[in-house]
């Protein structure tokens, strides 16, 4: 059986990207979605980045997202919740060989669990080492925070 998900791993390629909007782009931070997009690249092409935002979000930020080639998802409800119901149906219908999630918040550590537990390499992206999350960091493969 191993030899069979080897085959279905080696299919696998890039890495998905899902930022967490209102905990990572907070002034506190100071992050730039160019590095955020840049660390996920250090694991694989990034054959798709998401930023979530809330309804509230400035026009102004969804049009820079966008000029930086970010997919922009708004939601009038939980953007945690779209963000990890997306990053699940993404792992479960994509190919992807990462899943990488830039936020500070421990609600992800589930959809990290599931895309691990489904073959697929994990990447916790903390806006900085005051927004960094232990639990999102134990359980991703692979940890890196912005600004170290």
Do not use: C
């Amino acid at each position: 059986m191993d030899w069979l998900r080897g085959l279905f791993d080696e299919r696998r390629e890039g890495v998905a990207l899902f930022v967490d909007g209102p905990n990572v782009l907070r002034d506190e931070f100071d992050v730039d979605l160019d590095d955020v997009r840049a660390a996920a690249a250090a694991s694989g092409r990034v054959v798709s980045a998401r930023l979530y935002l809330n309804e509230q979000a400035p026009g102004s930020l969804i049009r820079a997202a966008e000029a930086h080639g970010f997919e922009v998802i708004t939601t009038s409800g939980d953007v945690d919740v779209k963000l990890a119901v997306d990053v699940a149906e993404f792992v479960l219908r994509n190919g992807v060989r990462t899943v990488a999630i830039a936020s500070r918040d421990t609600d992800f550590k589930p959809a990290l669990e599931l895309a691990g537990r489904e073959g697929v390499r994990t990447l916790a992206i903390a806006p900085g080492s005051y927004g960094r999350s232990d639990a999102l960091r134990s359980a991703a493969d692979e940890s890196v925070t912005l600004e170290e």
